[in-house]
């Protein structure tokens, strides 16, 4: 079965540090591009971060950049995001989703189940 | 960026209407667009891809069409599991991004 299992989230102060994990199981990691996307409470869906397949490639949203690192360790299957400076409005669940080409462009085919930051003090 | 914007962003209908919801880009992005389905408390599911393409598993009656700027997702016989958010997705360039998604319930 195609699983993604988000891990790693949790209560934490603003200017503190969290690393979320995602492990990947049930087809070829390291043949497809991963993605962060997060969900404020009652807000809509906001991209995050982007990796590509051997991990060396990778984007971010200007919400993110210059404090989240995204990367990978494909011999473990996993996807990370290592998340630095926190604000309260990081303060969401945190998704992991595989990346897909499609006929016209890329979606997201798998996701996690999720995992929730909470930056509060 | 892109801007992704829906409408309506709620509706209501009964069992076995027609329902369509529609998506616009703040700038053409061909068919580089794609429909997820949301239910409280779970992940996104996506259901189109490239407009108008249906993902493998999802019922025949959710469909997409449109390129450019302005794209809808039809579902041409409103079940009750069908109650959920819809979101648009545009793929075209970084960063990708999300319409604020349209909230269906059932009457």
């Known amino acids: 079965e195609v699983q993604l299992l988000e891990s790693g989230g949790g209560l934490v102060q603003p200017g503190g540090s969290l690393r979320l994990s995602c492990a990947a199981s049930?087809?070829?990691?390291?043949?497809?591009?991963m993605s962060w996307v997060r969900q404020a409470p009652g807000k809509g869906l906001e991209w995050v971060s982007v990796?590509?397949?051997?991990?060396?490639?990778?984007n971010y949203a200007d919400s993110v950049r210059g404090r989240f690192t995204i990367s990978r360790d494909n011999s473990k299957n996993t996807l990370y995001l290592q998340m630095n400076s926190l604000r309260a409005e990081d303060t969401a669940v945190y998704y992991c989703?595989?990346?897909?080409?499609?006929?016209?462009?890329?979606?997201?085919?798998?996701w996690g189940q999720g995992t929730m930051v909470t930056v509060s003090s | 960026d892109i801007q992704m914007t829906h409408s309506p962003s709620s509706l209501s209908a009964s069992v076995g209407d027609r329902v369509t919801i529609t998506c616009r880009a703040s700038?053409?992005?061909?068919?580089?667009l794609n429909w997820y389905q949301q239910k409280p408390g779970k992940a996104p599911n996506l259901l189109i891809h490239?407009?108008?393409s249906l993902q493998s598993g999802v019922p025949s009656r959710f469909s997409g069409s449109g390129s450019g700027t302005e794209f809808t997702l039809t579902i041409s016989s409103l079940q009750p599991e069908d109650s959920a958010t819809y979101y648009c997705?545009?793929?075209?360039?970084?960063?990708?991004?999300f319409g604020p998604g349209t909230k269906l319930g059932i009457k």
């Open positions: 989703a595989k990346r897909f080409i499609v006929l016209t462009g890329t979606a997201f085919d798998i």
């Open positions: 049930g087809f070829t990691f390291s043949t497809y591009a």
């Open positions: 990796i590509s397949d051997s991990g060396d490639n990778t």
């Open positions: 700038q053409s992005i061909s068919t580089y």
């Open positions: 490239a407009a108008s």
């Open positions: 997705q545009q793929s075209y360039n970084i960063p990708y991004t």
